[in-house]
């Protein structure tokens, strides 16, 4: 068990650019998930993902984000002209059954 | 929907007891708690599923009360390592969703 792994750790990038960030999840869960936390707040589902298959995407999410997990293993986000609001601690979380994983997550500012 | 948790924020002295509740407006068939460091992760701390039941991790233990819908987590002789912020979770359709968190801070 080697742990969840996120990469980039801070990501500090110009609006308007795009981001991508990936996952590493332990190797034998079956599900992915990605939160979005901001200062003071708990972390906001994103999406999730079955081995590969996205199973729900939050209806809070724009169509500038997209997520993939090719072959059920790691998953990348990413985020198509950032803006501000964008600027957020990233989190991805794997599990096999109920419990969550969390990942060290990757910080995004948008300038 | 989001569950509510209060209080938002706690100050112990190290040895004192702590609730922090989370309610939520809708059916409740399991609660997650997880405590988050400042600056890592949230860990997992326990789930409880519908019953009634109370379970316990070290001096952490809670309650769910799945008829007013109500988790309480209670802190038992507080350790400074307790600091951090706890949020509960409600799942639904497979996915967490989590309160806005309740920041505890121990003094020695």
């Known amino acids: 068990d080697t742990g969840v792994s996120q990469d980039p750790r801070h990501k500090i990038t110009k609006r308007g650019q795009n981001v991508t960030f990936r996952c590493d999840p332990i190797?034998?869960?079956?599900?992915l998930y990605w939160y979005r936390q901001t200062l003071g707040q708990g972390p906001e589902f994103l999406t999730y993902?079955?081995?590969?298959?996205?199973?729900?995407k939050s209806r809070l999410l724009s169509d500038r984000f997209s997520a993939e997990r090719p072959k059920g293993s790691f998953s990348t986000l990413e985020i198509q002209r950032t803006e501000q609001g964008d600027s957020a601690m990233y989190l991805c979380?794997?599990?096999?059954?109920?419990?969550?994983?969390f990942g060290s997550g990757t910080q995004l500012s948008v300038l | 929907q989001q569950p509510v948790q209060s209080p938002q924020a706690v100050i112990l002295r190290e040895g004192e007891d702590a609730v922090i509740n989370c309610s939520s407006s809708?059916?409740?068939?399991?609660v997650h708690w997880y405590r988050q460091k400042h600056g890592e992760a949230p860990v997992f701390l326990m789930i409880?599923?519908?019953?009634?039941e109370q379970k316990g991790h070290d001096k952490i233990s809670a309650s769910f009360n799945e008829k007013k819908q109500q988790s309480s987590l209670y802190l038992t002789a507080s350790q400074l390592s307790y600091s951090g912020t706890y949020f509960c979770?409600?799942?639904?359709?497979?996915?967490?969703?989590f309160g806005k968190g309740t920041r505890l801070h121990i003094l020695p």
């Open positions: 979770g409600t799942e639904r359709d497979d996915k967490i969703i």
């Open positions: 993902f079955q081995n590969e298959a996205q199973l729900e």
């Open positions: 409880l599923l519908k019953g009634g």
């Open positions: 979380a794997s599990s096999l059954r109920e419990k969550l994983f």
């Open positions: 809708k059916a409740l068939y399991s």
């Open positions: 190797s034998e869960h079956n599900r």
